[in-house]
């Protein structure tokens, strides 16, 4: 009798569970809370920042407000590298994910005066790209810091074939020219590239140099994000840089050269409760860096 008595028991409890499930609408109470968003579309800040990035910002707001896919990416812009900068510091925006500012877009923000915590994030690359029917695969950077000083001229002194060098620039407070300056040219000043072979949008330099002439002579540079996963082109390809190409796994890695960080960034008086800090402080949690690897970025460790 006792043996069907704790039977009956345990079938009740199980009833009661599956009960209380349903009155859950099926899942379990703690779950369901657990999986709340971080924030509402309302709470959420105004978040800016450089184009290579919109993807991860897209991702970020998908994750921490439960949108979907499609409805975070056509809810996510951004006015590019120099003016998001100065939009945190004047307090248009809240949060910037962010590549680094040019020399005249710091002296900028060193006028406005407002302090900014900034954080560096994950990793990226500066990379070089040429026409596919050209046939140099590699330049070393002495290389590439001569062809942009003017001291190489035709791609014939670095392997190629007798064709002068067409070499596309950004400009000075684009977000690309920054890296380009602090990582290559750091002792050398770059000529003077005609206003044609300086295009101002990264997407606009990666079509001029797939259509330039139709031909194997022209040469520019992106960050290896936009240029591979957000505005590849066909007919273009990337150069390996001291015999080592730019991947996802030599940049995670390190042994490709010309590597740099971008960041996370708010005003140092942001009030450590507010919605801006806690979309800062999960970006920055293994949640965060989980969305930026989903979004096919390279989070810092």
Known sequence: MRKYHRLLLL??????????????GGEDPKQAEAEQPLLTTDEYPVVDGSTANLPMMAKILERTTGLSEEEAQLNTTCSMTPMAWINLAEGRSDLLLVYEPAEVTKQQLEEIGTELDVTPIGRDALVFIVNADNPVQDLTRQQLVDIYAGRITNWSEVGGEDLPIVA?????????QSLFMKLLMTDDAPMDAPTEFRPSAMGDLIETLAAYNNSADSLGYSVFYYASYMYSQPGLRFLSVDGVMPSDETIADGSYPLLNEYYLAVRADEDPDSPTMRLHDWILSADGKQAMKDAGYIPLD
């Not at 596309?168 to 690309?176: A, D, L, V, Y």
Request: charge should be negative; charged fraction near 15%.
């Open 11 to 24: 079938l009740a409890a199980l009833l009661l569970a599956a009960l209380t499930l349903a009155a859950c």
């Open 168 to 176: 596309f620039q950004r400009p000075e407070e684009s977000g690309s």
